[in-house]
């Protein structure tokens, strides 16, 4: 089984940081990794695919990186409706999340 | 606009069935593969199985393989998942995910999740 880890866990950022959140994987999954974007007590909504592949409609200050084990999102100039948990997903083989990066207020 | 509609979710005691039921419109249904997903409270996000656009192959979680079933009626744009012999663990929000193309491809729609409950 692929393993995901996440790091880091929380994050504290004020709006207008510069946020990078970390994934890797326990093998190579090529570039099949998607983010997404959860908010208490809303469904997870998907920001990138195929590693740096921005859904439709998800503002350019999300972006993608990386491919084999090392994978990051960025979202450039934090503004206040990011602040949520973000979950990275492999897709190479079956599905398997990471735990999860909440970013909250500094 | 894709919808997806679970239902089913409530109190069940541990060793019990549940049946979840996950109505979707917006799209050609058996084009697509569907997936569960779980959210136990407080935690993460779990894959559960998976299910191809045209039924027959299934995929599920270590978790839940020999206790969980998939299955889709295309002809209702319905996917189902049969939950037997269920444990405290899997208290869980359950989401109902489009699969944005095959089996193994990132889910881009999702229900707004049924809360099952095991607990005596």
């Known amino acids: 089984d692929i393993q995901m880890t996440q790091s880091p866990s929380t994050l504290s950022a004020s709006v207008g940081d510069r946020v990078t959140i970390t994934c890797r994987a326990s093998q190579s999954i090529s570039s099949w990794l998607a983010w997404y974007q959860q908010k208490p007590g809303k469904a997870p909504k998907l920001l990138i695919y195929?590693?740096?592949s921005l859904e439709s409609g998800v503002p350019s200050r999300f972006s993608g990186s990386g491919s084999g084990t090392e994978f990051t999102l960025t979202i450039t100039s934090l503004q206040p409706d990011d602040f949520a948990t973000y979950y990275c997903?492999?897709?190479?083989?079956?599905?398997?999340f990471g735990q999860g990066t909440k970013v909250e207020i500094k | 606009e894709v919808q997806l509609l679970e239902s089913g979710g409530g109190l069940v005691q541990p060793g019990g069935s549940l049946r979840l039921s996950c109505a979707a419109s917006g799209f050609t249904f058996s084009n697509y593969a569907m997936s569960w997903v779980r959210q136990a409270p407080g935690k993460g996000l779990e894959w559960v199985s998976a299910i191809r656009g045209r039924g027959g192959s299934t995929n599920y979680a270590d978790s839940v393989k020999g206790r969980f079933t998939i299955s889709r009626d295309n002809s209702k744009n319905t996917v189902y998942l049969q939950m037997n012999s269920l444990r405290a663990e899997d208290t869980a929000i359950y989401y109902c995910a489009k699969v944005s193309s095959d089996f193994w491809d990132p889910f881009d729609s999702w229900g707004q999740g049924a809360l099952v409950t095991v607990s005596s």
């Open positions: 997903l492999q897709y190479n083989s079956y599905s398997t």
């Open positions: 195929k590693a740096s």
